[in-house]
Structure formats: C-alpha cells, structure tokens
C-alpha cells in the first residue's frame, strides 16, 4: 500500500506506532520497523539523555529499518532537559522526529538543520494548520478517541480527519480508535495517508508492558476508559481503574491538580506497565481497545491488517460501484 506518507518517509505501510510513556522501546521499535512500519522510541521513557542514545543504538542493534523518535514536550514544573535530548537524537544519525504536547517551533530549526523529518501530534485543525505553517513535513491528528490527550474540543476522528486533510497540504496520519484493517481503509477514505496506533501496538508479542494489561487491554470493551483531567482542561483517556475512578470522583466535587497528584504520578502509571498491578496507577488506554481480542505478534498485525484492507479495499468495497453494484462481497 503506497501513499505519500511511506514515499516521503522510506516505509512500506502507512502504518505508525507512534511515541507511548513506557512503551516505546527498543523490542517493540524494532519489530515495527522489521514489519514494514514506522515505529518511534519514547524519548522521555528514557531517565537521561544518554539513556537515550543507548537505546537508540539497542534499536539499531536489532533493526536496519527506518525508525524514529517521539519528544513530547509539556509544560512542567521542573522540566526535562529537552535541548539535551533533542540533541541526542541529532547526534545519534535519527532522520524521522514525532513531536508532541506544546508547539515545536523551538525545536524545528535544529531539526530541521540536521536534515530531520518532523511529524507533530495535533489534536485539532487549527493546530494543525499552524503545525503545517511552521515546517513541520506531516501531522498526525487524533481524535477525541484516543488514549492520552485528546485535546478540550472533543471531536471524534470521523470529523476530524476529513476536516484537517481539507485544508493541509502535507500528509495527515489519523489516530484515535484506529486498531484494524477496517480502521485503516476508513482513514485512507477519509483522506489521511496513514493510521497511526498506539493501544493495538500496546497489546503485542514485543511490547514491554506486563502480560496482565496487555490481557486487560483484550477484555476491555470500549466503555472502559475514564476521563480524566476535564475540570483541569488538560483532558487524559486513560484506563478505567480504581485509581481513574477516584481522580473523577475528586474532580466532581471541584479540586486543584495538588488534590490528585499523588494519584496520578508517573512513577505509579510505570509501575502498572513494569508489575502488572492493574490498580497501582492511571494507565493510558484507547477506546480502540473494544477492538482488540487478541496478542499477535507485531509481524502478524501488520501482516494482517495489511492484507485484510487489500481485501476490503479490491473486494467488498469494489462491489459498491459499476457493474458489481448492490452485490453484497
């Protein structure tokens, strides 16, 4: 399957496993890559730095395949040493950048000196436009289905994709809900030139979470997420769990960030995906997970989903038009 997305960025499908907190490591990286998709390294899962050339380096141990890596930059407090990690990245020969969270203008020159393609993470069209002014060579745009941040407007992918591609130039990818062939026909339909995915990448053979989410994850219907965050207008869909359900309970009665950080510090997300503990911490999960009944490998996904949109695409939907009209494929 050729878009312009795997033309302009050196991959056989239009298929993205794009930057997750703890998840986006070397392992699961590398089997996406060898798949024939783009995968991204989680630049802040790494402690320093120089964690992060080692695992870039690890990747390159595993892979000859284009790869990337994700820098999501937030407002915070006491901030990582975001220079120093891009720097990393320059460094260490990456040619493909996912940016994330704030606008990466300051970011982009660098970038962009080092010959670096920059995909940015919007969450709305005007982001998105401005993503696009500003140099960026494609955007993914989530929908309000998505696990993490889905922004504060709350439009689901179905509007939101075929609104940005309307008015971009450059390749959208489409995520949020995307876990299956049927998710990437829809997406190419709509207008996008890739499906980006983050929870089906999640529930994988290599992916480095706890065998017990990933189960999770497979159980799960789509109803079993929270939101959290909404009275703060920094909205995260995040697995429904006796943790996301207590932050909502708070959150109800009216409360400032410093009532529920003890129950949303990162450290106890890492702990679910490192142990297992299902309840030890909030844990990012999309609505794409009602679609999820299995734990292939990543070869086997791609494959699949692959294959099954050929299908889909040359049979079933070729039925709907000219002389195979109102014959059901």
Request: glycine share 10%; hydrophobic share 45%.
């Amino acid at each position: 399957m050729r878009t312009r997305f795997t033309e302009i960025f050196g991959v056989e499908h239009p298929i993205v496993q794009g930057g997750m907190m703890w998840v986006g490591r070397a392992e699961l990286v590398a089997a996406v890559a060898e798949a024939g998709a783009l995968g991204f390294i989680t630049a802040l899962t790494q402690p320093t730095p120089e964690d992060l050339v080692r695992e870039i380096a690890r990747t390159r141990e595993l892979t000859d395949k284009p790869f990337g890596v994700n820098l999501t930059i937030l407002p915070s407090i006491d901030p990582p040493p975001y220079a120093e990690y891009r720097q990393a990245v320059i460094d260490s020969g990456i040619e493909i950048v996912e940016t994330a969270g704030a606008n990466p203008v300051d970011h982009l020159p660098h970038f962009k000196d080092a010959g670096i393609k920059v995909i940015h993470k919007c969450t709305s069209v005007r982001h998105a436009v401005k993503a696009e002014r500003i140099g960026v060579d494609a955007v993914s745009i989530d929908g309000f289905e998505c696990a993490g941040h889905p922004g504060e407007d709350d439009v689901a992918g179905l509007v939101l994709i075929p609104a940005a591609t309307r008015v971009l130039d450059i390749p959208v990818i489409a995520s949020g809900g995307i876990a299956d062939a049927r998710g990437l026909v829809a997406a190419l339909a709509l207008g996008a030139d890739a499906v980006n995915m983050g929870t089906r990448f999640m529930c994988t053979v290599e992916s480095p979470v706890a065998q017990s989410v990933k189960a999770q994850i497979v159980a799960n219907t789509e109803r079993d997420t929270e939101l959290i965050f909404r009275t703060l207008r920094n909205t995260a869909r995040v697995a429904a769990n006796a943790v996301s359900e207590e932050v909502v309970e708070i959150e109800s009665r009216g409360a400032e960030f410093s009532d529920i950080a003890h129950l949303v510090a990162g450290a106890r997300g890492r702990k679910v995906f490192e142990d297992g503990d299902l309840d030890a911490g909030i844990w990012s999960t999309g609505q794409s997970q009602g679609l999820i009944h299995d734990i292939p490998t990543v070869a086997e996904l791609v494959d699949r989903m692959v294959t099954e949109a050929e299908s889909i695409i040359t049979d079933r939907l070729s039925g709907f038009v000219g002389a195979g009209a109102g014959v059901r494929a």
